[in-house]
Every structure is written in structure tokens, then in C-alpha cells.
């Protein structure tokens, strides 16, 4: 059964509502975290394009990121886990996974197993929890990878504000 049932969740993922690109974080990361990601997207056979600034580059290293982001650039690395399905990472720090994911591509149970799979391929393997809020509204999450609970959960009562 999946962690999540796409009936039990499709608020949250309705774009009049939370807009289309949620914020997806992982706290308390290192640049050793930024690589271990980059392995494994690698690993996993994922398709990828990074750049800096918008400029098309070969993915090196994590390191090599921090150091284009220490010289004021926003390396984005655009992961593909799916052929339909983006997320796109941006190294704003070393501290912090960002990422966004498209609404406009998750709709559905099989779309929605797909982030819960990604959630839980990268939460276990950083062993970190994660969580997604609307676009532009941190601190209030809607739903992560607890990595207590070993899975993707709901972090609110997903009500639909129309109602």
C-alpha cells in the first residue's frame, strides 16, 4: 500500500491553492550531504542537466558547487526520476537541499508514488528528513520524509480551503 493515497492528499497538490512549484528542504546539510545526492543521482541512472547561472556545465562535484556559490552563482542541478516528472535543485548554501517540484506533474496516485519514492530514495539515503510547504511558505510543511518513521507522512490535515 502506498504511503500516501492520492484521494487522502490532492489539496495539497491543487495549484489554485498552493501555486505550482513547492519548496521541498532538507536542514542541516554539509557539503559531504550535496555529494552523497550527486552519487546518487548518478547512481540511479537518473537523467540530469546542471548549470550555473543558466550556463550549461558538466557536473563535477559538490564542492565545486559551493565554490560557484561562494563566487555569487546559483549552481541548479534539474533531476529527472521520471521522464515526466522535474525536480530541481539550487544550491542557495551548503546547509540545505533545496528543491522544487512541478504540481503541474504530479497529479495522480502513480505521479504522487513517484515524489514518495524520490522522498524516500534521498531521505534514506542522507538519513535526514525533508519536508515540502506551498511555494513561499516555510515553516508550515505539508508533508516530508520523517526518517524516524521511515517514510513519507501528511504534516497537516489536508482540508480543502474551498470547502
Same mark, same amino acid.
Given at each position: 500500500?502506498?504511503?500516501?493515497?492520492?484521494?487522502?492528499?490532492?489539496?495539497?497538490?491543487?495549484?489554485?491553492?498552493?501555486?505550482?512549484?513547492p @519548496?521541498?528542504?532538507?536542514?542541516?546539510?554539509?557539503?559531504?550531504?550535496? /555529494?552523497?545526492?550527486?552519487?546518487?543521482?548518478?547512481?540511479?541512472?537518473? /537523467?540530469?542537466?546542471?548549470?550555473?547561472?543558466?550556463e550549461?556545465?558538466?557536473?563535477?562535484?559538490?564542492? @565545486?558547487?559551493?565554490?560557484?556559490?561562494?563566487?555569487?552563482?546559483?549552481?541548479? &542541478?534539474?533531476?529527472?526520476p521520471?521522464?515526466?516528472?522535474?525536480?530541481?535543485?539550487?544550491?542557495? /548554501?551548503?546547509?540545505?537541499?533545496?528543491?522544487?517540484?512541478?504540481?503541474?506533474? &504530479? /497529479?495522480?496516485?502513480?505521479?504522487?508514488?513517484?515524489?514518495?519514492?524520490?522522498?524516500?530514495?534521498?531521505?534514506?539515503r542522507?538519513?535526514?528528513?525533508?519536508?515540502m510547504?506551498?511555494?513561499?511558505?516555510?515553516?508550515?510543511?505539508?508533508?516530508?520524509?520523517?526518517?524516524?518513521?521511515?517514510?513519507?507522512?501528511?504534516?497537516?490535515?489536508?482540508?480543502?480551503?474551498?470547502?
Amino acid at each position: 500500500m502506498p504511503d500516501l493515497l492520492w484521494d487522502d492528499v490532492k489539496v495539497l497538490f491543487d495549484l489554485e491553492v498552493n501555486g505550482a512549484l513547492p @519548496d521541498v528542504v532538507v536542514e542541516g546539510t554539509t557539503v559531504e550531504d550535496w /555529494q552523497v545526492l550527486l552519487d546518487l543521482v548518478r547512481a540511479r541512472d537518473w /537523467q540530469y542537466a546542471y548549470s550555473v547561472d543558466g550556463e550549461p556545465l558538466e557536473l563535477t562535484s559538490a564542492a @565545486d558547487m559551493a565554490a560557484a556559490v561562494y563566487a555569487g552563482g546559483i549552481p541548479e &542541478l534539474r533531476v529527472w526520476p521520471s521522464p515526466d516528472v522535474l525536480m530541481i535543485f539550487r544550491m542557495y /548554501q551548503t546547509e540545505s537541499i533545496d528543491f522544487d517540484v512541478d504540481l503541474r506533474e &504530479l /497529479q495522480g496516485q502513480e505521479r504522487l508514488d513517484i515524489l514518495v519514492d524520490f522522498f524516500c530514495v534521498i531521505g534514506r539515503r542522507l538519513g535526514k528528513s525533508m519536508v515540502m510547504t506551498a511555494e513561499g511558505s516555510p515553516g508550515h510543511p505539508d508533508l516530508g520524509f520523517d526518517i524516524e518513521a521511515d517514510r513519507v507522512v501528511l504534516m497537516v490535515d489536508p482540508v480543502d480551503p474551498r470547502v
